[in-house]
């Protein structure tokens, strides 16, 4: 019996290493084809390890575009509307929890309704609104346009419910104020969702590619996403040119990658928390 | 002077248009430690949480140190509500939960720490300040919530069923603490409890309530001595006090099982009157009225005895001293010193200023 538990138990280990390591490989062959030369990249048999390591790849993509700007616009914007969103969507979720008003109830559903629309529907009044306010073809532009989230709201307002009535109270008796309350209070004991959101929220918006490109025309406005596709389309895909595109690649997803190995903790806590599956 | 005034307040639910506060009135003086005492759902709580601002008031005027305060918000009555479950802020350190109220008055730093750690000498929470809430047992998370109450120096504390989830044990202990608190502040204090030990042993006064109506208003000994109703008279004391109602119709009389009669110049007929007597005011005598024994609790101190009155089904309870055994079926005989009977009109159930005298006599 313990015998058939343990192959169990190693069938379903390998199947999970198995999974696991398709979901790295390209991860794993993206970095090591950063170091490799073109033609390396395309024998056959394929190549793992780069005979000598080709570390001018990365200095010959930051010849070849900007990828510093791009790079340092992305992690400004997504930082920039990581924070400023989670801040406007505790507020909001602080009043749908703990204040009475009437309409509250339609509010919130008024809220999820347009969390129902494509997005790409509310591009071109999105545009139309920006231009108007003269905020086309700018940083700030990217980050009011993206400051809202259903998403953040609700989730908010889930771990918001689940913060007991008594301590609220407490806090307020005890002399605390609206203001008070959502950050001493409301927003402490929901870090793990808050750490959650921020990461979502950052990756996406780290990734964001199509509303960026809408609204950014000057190559120094460019995201990381954006100026990856502009490498791609205005340098070819030659074969000597994938050696540096990994490069970049690399340098794009390392942020993400480093963020994730922080927040590690916090992440699988906020997950399982939201009672949201991973 | 008065701390607390309340007049005519009412509380009703614009939900289900249930009111669950009836014209309600009560004055606290400085310094008194005032007990809401009742059953489950009586309104005790939801009073407490009207005084403290966490509620709406529907109707009524509620006065704190003489200013009215009806619609003054919670954070602005300078009182501190100390939960049946502590209430406390698990993200923050003994500490920080005792200094909370400091810091949200923005107190210097020098103060705060002053202040903390003399309610943490108080309450013995000196080697805890730095540990979190779940680091804490149930009696030293009540002693942290009670530091937190302290600190800031309220004009009042309002106590919600404080030690309802702590042990036996544990809760005599922390009643003592709390009430020698009490003495040492001296702050007016109200207190919600459902236990009537509680209620009997920390009031200055008890206000008995009822489905959110004040059955009674009185020290623990006017309470216990001079119930104002059944209610009051059934629901303090433990056992509760035994209420004979008369046998029949109005005619029927309860001298007809237990021999005692009012005096003739009482206007009201045996038929009318409920007739109450405490457990431990039940003589066990050589003779006097037959009580068949359906069983006895040790309880160490003292023996309550249930039975039942001989031929009816008048249901019996006596408390005794612990020394003598009975056995199921046997039949003892008691005697109700005239004294000691409180009398109830049998309609509205409230107390009758009416004397008996023993049947013979």
């Known amino acids: 019996m313990a015998n058939r538990r343990l192959i169990t138990k190693a069938v379903l280990y390998l199947i999970l290493i198995l999974l696991a390591f398709m979901m790295v490989l390209p991860l794993i062959w993206m970095f090591l084809s950063s170091f490799k030369t073109g033609s390396e990249i395309f024998a056959q048999p394929p190549v793992w390890i780069p005979e000598t390591f080709q570390w001018k790849n990365y200095l010959n993509a930051f010849n070849l575009a900007p990828f510093g700007i791009y790079l340092a616009n992305s992690l400004i914007t997504a930082t920039a509307i990581t924070v400023i969103q989670i801040m406007l969507s505790s507020m909001i979720a602080y009043g749908l929890t703990q204040l009475e008003f009437k309409g509250k109830a339609f509010l919130f559903q008024s809220m999820l309704l347009t969390y129902m629309l494509p997005a790409a529907v509310t591009y071109v009044p999105s545009y139309v609104i920006l231009a108007k306010l003269g905020l086309l073809d700018s940083l700030t532009g990217i980050v009011v346009s993206n400051i809202s989230s259903v998403f953040s709201i609700f989730l908010l307002r889930q771990s918001f419910l689940k913060v007991p009535k008594e301590i609220v109270e407490a806090a307020r008796s005890e002399g605390a104020n609206d203001w008070q309350i959502l950050w001493k209070v409301m927003c402490p004991m929901s870090l793990s969702t808050i750490f959650t959101l921020a990461m979502i929220t950052f990756v996406e918006m780290y990734n964001n590619y199509l509303w960026p490109s809408l609204i950014v025309k000057s190559q120094s406005k460019y995201l990381i996403t954006v100026g990856l596709n502009q490498f791609f389309t205005t340098q070819g895909t030659f074969q000597n040119q994938w050696a540096m595109i990994m490069a970049v690649n690399v340098i794009s997803v390392a942020p993400l990658l480093l963020l994730f190995f922080i927040f590690q903790k916090w992440f699988i806590k906020g997950v399982g928390d939201s009672g949201l599956k991973g | ?361």
Not at chain 2, 59 to 72: C, I, P, V
Not at chain 2, 79 to 105: C, D, K
Not at chain 2, 143 to 159: C, E, K, N, P, S
Not at chain 2, 179 to 191: D, G, V
């Open chain 2, 1 to 361: 002077m008065e701390k607390l005034v309340l007049t005519h307040l009412q509380k009703i639910y614009t939900q289900n248009k249930k009111t669950v506060i009836h014209d309600f009135n009560l004055s606290v003086r400085d310094g008194e430690f005032i007990v809401f005492v009742g059953p489950s759902g009586c309104g005790k709580s939801t009073l407490l949480r009207m005084i403290a601002g966490l509620e709406d008031i529907t109707s009524g005027e509620l006065f704190l140190n003489g200013k009215k305060a009806n619609r003054l918000p919670a954070k602005d009555r300078n009182l501190s509500v100390v939960f049946q479950n502590y209430a406390l802020f698990p993200h923050l350190s003994v500490f920080e939960n005792i200094a909370f109220g400091l810091r949200i008055r923005h107190y210097p730093k020098q103060k705060v720490n002053e202040a903390v750690y003399n309610a943490a000498e108080m309450l013995g929470l000196q080697r805890l300040l730095h540990e979190k809430p779940k680091q804490l047992s149930g009696g030293q998370r009540q002693r942290v919530a009670l530091g937190r109450a302290i600190v800031r120096q309220a004009d009042l504390f309002l106590m919600d069923e404080p030690l309802s989830n702590l042990d036996a044990k544990l809760r005599t202990q922390m009643r003592e603490e709390i009430l020698n608190l009490h003495q040492k502040l001296e702050t007016t204090t109200i207190y919600v409890t459902h236990d009537q030990v509680e209620a009997m042993t920390m009031a200055t006064r008890i206000v008995v309530l009822k489905d959110g109506r004040i059955q009674q208003i009185g020290t623990p000994k006017q309470i216990y001595t001079a119930p104002a109703n059944t209610f009051v008279a059934t629901f303090i004391g433990m056992p509760q006090m035994n209420v004979f109602h008369a046998a029949g119709s109005d005619s029927a009389r309860w001298d007809d099982f237990i021999p005692l009669s009012l005096k003739k110049s009482d206007s009201y007929t045996q038929g009318r009157v409920l007739l109450g007597i405490r457990p431990e005011n039940i003589l066990v005598a050589a003779d006097g009225l037959p009580v068949t024994v359906n069983y006895a609790e040790l309880m160490g101190a003292d023996t309550y005895v249930h039975g039942e009155i001989a031929g009816t089904d008048k249901q019996i309870v006596i408390r005794c001293e612990p020394d003598r055994d009975f056995c199921s079926g046997e039949t003892v005989y008691v005697r109700f010193p005239e004294d000691k009977c409180h009398f109830f009109d049998a309609e509205s159930g409230k107390r009758l200023t009416i004397e008996a005298a023993a049947y013979e006599a």
